[in-house]
């Protein structure tokens, strides 16, 4: 036992003795501490001392501290402005949606607008001849429909179809007011009972006063208009005409009342029919209204078939009668209107009216009795007719 305790002691002493080796981290061994930066820290043993090693301070961290801030500062910038570059588009984006949407809401609906009617006293481009529809024809009047306004610098008024007169108690075709502005009796169909009612005879250019054959221009009931452009015209006595521009172009006939007739003169175009003019210058008015004839002077022309409306041409110009009443109630001056256009002339003509011839079988009494005998042959009746 004692020996081994003393083996022991010498191997003690074997392992006491000072032996300079390299440092096991120097080996990298399995797990090398040379990579773990504790071991810089740990003191280090020389000649029997523990030796604390000096710390280095990084430079590397020294420097890279103000330039760290400077990042992330930068970088918080930019944050916030794409942040805020984002955030605006989309509100814009947002905004003029909402914008969209409100000035649909908003938007007035279409309207549909019906063809207004030319502005009166306006001029209006000229535009290619309107589209006529030819619907039916006879030998007196053609029923040729255009609803084409006004096209040309050419203002026409028209009145509206009036069809009623005013009163006419003895019923000779002439207004009591007719009646009153030829000095025909108001009360007799026949003033001077040679058996033609009075509107007749005006109607034909013959004196309503006078036994026949005395014509009504000779009567002093009327007289003859001569325009500068060659046209003639007949107008009631009493009745004052009146040019209104130089040339005479345009020509009223006014009566005391305020009825006044007018008479226009336009310039045609070369070949210009008459079908092509009125579809262009007469707005609101068909052509199926109107009527062909042939006045007491043998001039063609056509009338309203109310008789306030009458037209005539010629190669160069178009002549329009338009009977303008002051109220549009009934007519008082349906039937001057109508001598007028029968009497009218585009020029001087060797024209004559016949003589009216008498009325077969009628006897003049002196009397206020009138007996008209009419020839069975002729008309199949007889009237006795006493006032």
Known sequence: MFGRKKKNKEEKKELSVKMQTIPDVFYGGKDPEIYHTHDLEKPIKKDGKEVHPKKKISKLKKDSGPKKKIVIVSSSVVFVLVVVAISWYYLAQYNKAKQQIE???TQAPDIIEEIPSVPDIVELPKVPTSTIEVVTSTEDSLDIVTSSPSLEATFLEFPPLLLLDTTDLDGDSLTDIEEELFSTDSGTW???????FDGQEIFNLYNPKGFAPVKLIDSGLVQEYINPLGYRIYYPLSWQAGNVDPKELQ???SSISGDYVEVRVFEKKPRQTFIQWFG???EGQFFNDLKGFTNRFEQKGWYRRDSL???FDSDRYMYVIVYHPKDRAPVAYRHVVQMMYQGFRIQKTDIELPDQELFPGVEVDTTTTSDVIVDEE????TTNTEF
């Open 280 to 282: 262009q210058n007469t």
């Open 103 to 105: 000035d649909k809401t």
């Open 190 to 196: 026949d003033t001077d009972e040679d058996g033609y």
């Open 378 to 381: 002729d008309t199949q009746f």
């Open 309 to 311: 409306v009458a037209y």
């Open 251 to 253: 020509v009223l006939f």
